[in-house]
């Protein structure tokens, strides 16, 4: 269905779903749900993978596990939270306890850097997909999607296109070894929490870049109501060598974050990054307007990202 | 893999995942997991429904929508949790924009009756499931599967084996209509949510029938450390005509709770029903000892009910 997008159908059928709650302070649209408890808010996210659609059938199981964990971990790094709580639900076409042991080790490595419990679970017989439900704690004003302001710069963390340069080469020939950066970059994505807390009352807005830069970009110039007006040379300046610039646009799979923050933050933000031991690159600036331009052409975002239907 | 459960797998591999936290009062093990926060505490939940697996592929969307809350609720419900909010990851094999519509129309009132907001979700390609993460408050005490002491009484709520019953009828021949008792109790299970709350104070543990009663007893009666004698005499007395003894012992997705409570409970357990307007029957008691023994005959646990693996 032409022009039907993932996010079309999400807002359209399944944004308003259940009765309205005033304890909801962020529902379907940013990159983590926000309630009120009694005590402090809480951020929640929730994603599902799926073999053959978000990863190969060849992918190691201990990737799965880290896989399924990590892009749940950086919509929480989006948004400014602190992981503190997992909910796995794994489907699975036949029980390989083998699988199993490498899918968890996978799972609990990337939690335990994060100082995550996984506090329950799921296993059902299926289709190999693995769905991961996180919830953390905002210690403060959380980053949303909707606060980027005409005047900031835009900045990237990591070197975007490796994970799509890595996926090439892991499918590429049998030449592609464990080791090579890239295939690394690939095979075990690194959720930016700390950074995204760190960068909590510099950045107006952050969004984690899944779905490829420009796409994900396009979100948050349209959430924000403003245009993001991107530099090419900037966006080359760090990149790897292996890597296409096609892959720098329009590479799923980073898992960096994409944030804004006014120009008289660059000194912070770059102490952020660095006491966060995380590469950041600023690739342009937000202006009044719309959508996003790439060397003063505007990007047509219908193609510019990786689309499930 | 004989003997090796979907419960053996859970804990060998996959219950002590990610870091310890002392904010964890539940981890895996439960129907729903309890965390402190600053606040009061939460349960969560998760679960996943697959198509072929959980439910037949002639499942109307409205009726899959429904299940994959209910399926959740059950569970929140067993913990006297009180329903808040939920999060949805939906795969489909493809973009079914009246299917979407359909199963979006389920889920939501099931959702409205149990003042839950949906607030947020993925939506992916691939193999039918659904997995629904909730999150519930817990006003007063958890209800949890280890409290059972010897000499409380046994209860289940409503009439066991109905839903077995109903999906036998549903895929029996063409004659079965969707208006049947038994069919509508297969289609659109009902989470016992204000019975669970209303026994608070009253029961000293509880689990939701989903395996089967005879397998969940099992549950009960081992993370009790007691025995659990069932009299059949009182098992059928409130048994429909439509059902089977086959389908009362070991019939799934009933989404019944099971609970146990005092003597001198029975007058407040009987008036809790009733203010829900809750069908309960006593069908047995706890004793020192282990296992679930039903007419003094110990039952065998390995095959008492429906195993994914």
Same mark, same amino acid.
């Given at each position: 269905m032409q022009g039907c997008s993932e996010f079309d159908l999400i807002a359209r059928?399944?944004?308003?779903?259940g009765t309205h709650r005033d304890?909801?302070? %962020?529902?379907?649209?940013?990159d983590a749900a926000i309630v009120a408890t009694t005590g402090e808010p809480l951020a929640m996210a929730l994603d599902t993978i799926v073999q053959?659609?978000?990863?190969?059938?060849?992918?190691?199981a201990r990737c799965v596990g880290w896989r399924a964990l990590a892009v749940n971990l950086s919509d929480l790094a989006a948004m400014a939270a602190k992981p503190c709580w997992g909910l796995l639900g794994l489907t699975l076409p036949a029980m390989d306890e083998a699988w199993v042991e490498q899918f968890a080790a996978g799972l609990h490595a990337l939690a335990c850097q994060h100082e995550l419990a996984l506090i329950g679970g799921d296993i059902t017989r299926g289709p190999l997909s693995v769905t991961v439900q996180v919830t953390g704690r905002l210690p403060h004003q959380p980053l949303r999607r909707a606060g980027v302001q005409p005047g900031d710069r835009i900045w990237v963390s990591g070197q975007l296109g490796e994970a799509a340069a890595g996926l090439a080469r892991w499918q590429a020939d049998g030449s592609a070894t464990i080791d090579e950066p890239v295939v690394q970059r690939f095979l075990y994505p690194t959720p930016r929490v700390a950074l995204g807390l760190a960068l909590q009352g510099l950045a107006t807005a952050a969004i984690d870049i899944s779905d490829g830069l420009l796409a994900d970009a396009g979100h948050l110039a349209r959430q924000s109501d403003v245009a993001l007006v991107l530099d090419s040379t900037r966006l080359l300046? %760090?990149?790897?060598?292996?890597?296409s610039y096609e892959a720098v646009l329009r590479g799923g799979d980073d898992y960096e974050l994409c944030f804004a923050a006014p120009p008289d933050a660059d000194k912070a933000v770059k102490q952020a990054a660095q006491a966060t031991q995380t590469l950041v690159t600023c690739i342009g600036q937000a202006d009044f307007g719309a959508g996003v331009w790439l060397d003063n052409e505007r990007v047509d975002l219908r193609t510019a990202g990786y689309q499930h239907f």
């Open positions: 059928h399944l944004s308003r779903l304890d909801v302070l %962020q529902g379907v649209g940013d053959d659609v978000h990863f190969p059938a060849d992918l190691p300046a %760090q990149v790897s060598d292996a890597v």
